[in-house]
């Protein structure tokens, strides 16, 4: 039973780890933002700038970190830009965030046509390399998968635990969370919404920005067209199948990559009788299916995509 | 601050708002042609020009406004009801699929029956489709943005997948295409000679019919209240369910329609790259019309002139024709926002 055994191999997790990581940065990314009542489908096209903005830093002679940094404020900035139009402004988050998408998708073609407008292939960098964790990677099966990988993932499990932290145990959390349940408490407080809410859209827009950079400076080494491909969409799914909850996401985004990097590794298997584009597919549709089998104890943030008037109840 | 409702929105704002919406897309473009090396006057002259200065490029911009003014329907009908279809994409290419699978030989009848007939198997498709994550909405709770968005990637696979199984043409040299369609489920051109089909006339009408269903129907009068209040509307008796199923069946057959159009009177066939984002485009388009279905057509022939007009710079000017990507999405942000401000008055505390 060929099928079952690619379950055992560690390539097949070493990959749904390294597929995971972009996903576990965007959706906490995204998970901040709902859980401060704003939803951000300006989410892919954020990955698309900060996956250009990352490889872009070190082509152009930046350090690997500094490539990193140069991401997540390029997101933070289109983070600033949707966060001023929703929370104050009070424009419709769908259609801003879609707005978001485009322009951010489109700007950073742009931007990449006249910064390099005679390559015929994209110019590669020297990416992030993994980075072996003593005795930790020599664990069979979890051990390579877990521990032996590029900074950025370890980065991402990091990303995961400081989210949790800071939502459930600092007042800064607590502000988030309730700007998205219950707004008015947070003016109670003598805190503004309004700041709370754009300053959660601005963080989470910088972390989906590092999950774009993810592509472009670990996973490969070069920026292409259209590499997002739904990332960003799978991410939203993500944090309702998560339950707005930072481990539970993380358990989806490992479960979906393990899922992708097992399809990819199945076509081989079947050499060809199904069509390679229902493997494809399968990533999709399992997103729908799992928002379908959570949707009925979906409890959203009460505010999430109400806009707050102050005074107002 | 706060934004207070203005009782009754003044008609100078109403027009210098959205004047500064244009003026604020011309000059970020500006600063965009700039940093690519090129003088903005020149540019946006030459993107005029190739838009509008002489009768090919006229009918170049009608001819790209067709399949925009069909998924601006689309997505103008479902934003009313608040149904957040942004799978225009998706029912666009079902739309063309099920052209091609009735009109390379498979039905032959003589053209009056034909086209009728693929014009509603298409329009019942992108009706199905965009019914599913309806359903899904209104029966589990599934946020349509999540699925309509979804289906697009599926359905874009499912038809590379038809394009190398069963709708591949055996005569194609191996490309992923369609055989092309048959003479009698072709769109008559309306001028001798030149690409503007009869899908634009299609479209337009499809605008009217489209209004009149919004403003003189009760169904068009209960997809808007369900999108002003659905809380409300329940309350007043209206079966908002059932009323978001009619609003998903005709936003599906609409974008279903562009497919169908693009294949039957421009293309002849299907191919992977039949729409370079029209379902998305046509958010842009909804919104720039405020979900009025006739000023849709004007919305769509604006939007498709940037992109005539910029392809056309591009090959003269050397700035990289994702310009007119840039001003389209960039229009839309600005003009959300003096919508926003004619409605509103911004109080500083």
């Known amino acids: 039973m060929e099928a079952f055994e690619i379950l055992f191999t560690t390539s097949l997790w070493v990959a749904a780890i390294r597929i995971a990581s972009p ?57 600033l830009l949707h966060g001023v139009l929703t929370v104050p402004l009070g424009l419709s988050q769908h259609v801003t965030g879609i707005g978001i998408t485009l322009l951010a998708t489109s700007l950073t073609y742009f931007i990449y046509r006249i910064a390099l407008p005679e390559v015929t292939s994209p110019p ?133 990559a393990a899922f992708d990097a097992y399809q990819v590794r199945l076509q081989q298997v079947t050499g060809g009788i199904v069509p390679y584009q229902v493997f494809l597919m399968l990533p999709y549709v399992l997103s729908i299916l799992a928002l379908i089998a959570v949707a009925r104890r979906a409890t959203y943030p009460k505010a999430l995509m109400v806009p707050y008037q102050k005074g107002e109840r | 601050m706060r934004l207070e409702p203005k009782p009754s929105p003044s008609i100078v704002h109403t027009l210098l708002y959205p004047a500064g919406a244009i003026v604020a897309t011309l000059l970020v473009a500006s600063l965009l042609v700039m940093a690519a090396g090129a003088s903005p006057f020149n540019v946006f002259w030459l993107v005029l020009k190739g838009a509008a200065g002489s009768q090919f490029a006229l009918v170049e911009t009608l001819t790209r406004a ?190 279903a329609l562009a497919g169908f159009s693009e294949v039957a009177g421009l293309k002849g066939n299907l191919t992977l790259d039949l729409s370079p984002g029209y379902g998305y485009t046509g958010i842009v388009v909804a919104m720039l019309a405020m979900l009025n279905p006739l000023g849709v057509i004007a919305a769509a022939i604006f939007v498709a002139g940037i992109f005539v007009g910029a392809d056309a710079m591009s090959r003269s000017a050397g700035v990289p024709s994702y310009i007119a990507q840039v001003m389209v999405a960039t229009a839309l942000l600005t003009m959300v926002t003096a919508i926003m401000l004619t409605r509103f008055r911004i109080r500083w505390r």
């Open chain 2, 66 to 255: 067709t399949p925009l003014i069909f998924t601006g329907l689309a997505v103008a009908v479902a934003f009313r009801a608040k149904l957040w279809n942004i799978g225009a994409e998706a029912q666009l290419y079902i739309g063309a699929v099920m052209t091609v699978v009735l009109g390379t030989g498979a039905v032959t009848l003589p053209s009056l029956a034909l086209i009728p007939l693929i014009m509603i198997s298409a329009m019942f498709a992108g009706a199905l489709l965009l019914l599913g994550p309806a359903l899904l909405k209104t029966r589990f709770g599934v946020d349509e943005v999540v699925t309509t968005l979804l289906l697009n990637f599926i359905i874009l696979l499912f038809v590379s997948m038809l394009l190398e199984g069963v709708l591949k043409d055996p005569m194609g040299l191996g490309w992923p295409q369609s055989k092309r369609i048959i003479a009698e489920a072709q769109l008559p051109r309306l001028i001798q000679g030149k690409r503007l089909h009869f899908g634009f006339v299609i479209a337009i009408a499809s605008a009217l019919v489209t209004w009149v269903i919004m403003k003189k129907t009760v169904l068009g009068y209960e997809m808007r209240a369900v999108g002003h209040n659905g809380e409300a509307a329940r309350f007043a008796g209206i079966p908002v369910n059932r009323v978001l199923m009619k609003t998903a069946l005709l936003s599906g057959g609409l974008a």
């Open chain 1, 124 to 256: 590669k960098i020297e990416s992030f390399q993994p980075l072996a964790i003593p005795v930790l990677s020599d664990i069979p099966l979890v051990g390579p998968a877990l521990f032996n990988q590029t900074p950025l993932t370890y980065l991402a499990y990091a990303t995961v635990a400081i989210v949790a932290w800071v939502l459930y145990r600092t007042p800064a959390g607590l502000a988030v969370r309730a700007a998205g349940e219950n707004p008015s408490s947070v003016e109670a407080q003598g805190i503004s919404v309004t700041a709370v809410r754009v300053g959660a859209v601005m963080a989470g827009s910088a972390l989906m920005a590092i999950g774009g950079a993810f592509l472009t400076m670990s996973a490969f080494n070069s920026f292409f067209f259209e590499m997002i491909n739904g990332r960003g969409w799978i991410c939203i799914a993500l944090v309702v199948f998560g339950s707005w909850r930072p481990g539970k996401a993380l358990v989806g985004a490992i479960l979906f």
């Open chain 1, 23 to 79: 996903l576990i940065f965007a959706t906490m990314g995204e998970l901040i933002c709902e859980r401060a009542g704003v939803l951000n489908l300006g989410i892919e096209g954020i990955m698309t700038v900060g996956a250009f903005a990352g490889w872009f830093a070190v082509y152009a002679g930046g350090d690997l970190w500094f490539g990193v940094i140069a991401a997540a404020l390029a997101g933070a900035a289109f983070g």
